[in-house]
Nanobody, 121 residues
């Protein structure tokens, strides 16, 4: 099993920056893509950014040009650098990891506990 632990959330003023980290532990050998989702109060959880084990990234339109996702496969850690933060970025941010069907019999999906990001104006 995979255990994900996020860190780096907090309170920041609009225009500021935060860096989120997510460390994976346990049976990490089959992890393929990792990513970040967020959920604001009363809203559905939405994808923010994902990155494959090969380093190819995807971003939601709302964060393109402001957020950067990266990962260190050796450390089993994924990062989200958030710049030019806006109040609408306020949400609980969740780390996500999925396993490869090539490695495992099934595709498994794991989630972290979430970390609060609050952007004030």
């Amino acid at each position: 099993q995979v255990h994900l632990v996020e860190s780096g959330g907090g309170l920041v003023q609009a225009g500021g920056s935060l860096r989120l980290s997510c460390a994976a532990s346990g049976d990490t050998t089959c992890i393929s893509a990792m990513g970040w989702y967020r959920q604001a109060p009363g809203k559905e959880r939405e994808l923010v950014a994902t990155i494959t084990s090969g380093g190819r990234a995807y971003y939601a339109d709302s964060v393109k040009g402001r957020f950067t996702i990266s990962r260190d496969n050796a450390k089993n850690t994924v990062y989200l650098q958030m710049n030019s933060l806006k109040p609408e970025d306020t949400a609980v941010y969740y780390c996500n990891a999925v396993t490869s069907e090539v490695c495992d019999d099934y595709v498994y999906e794991y989630w972290g506990q979430g970390t609060q990001v609050t952007v004030s104006s």
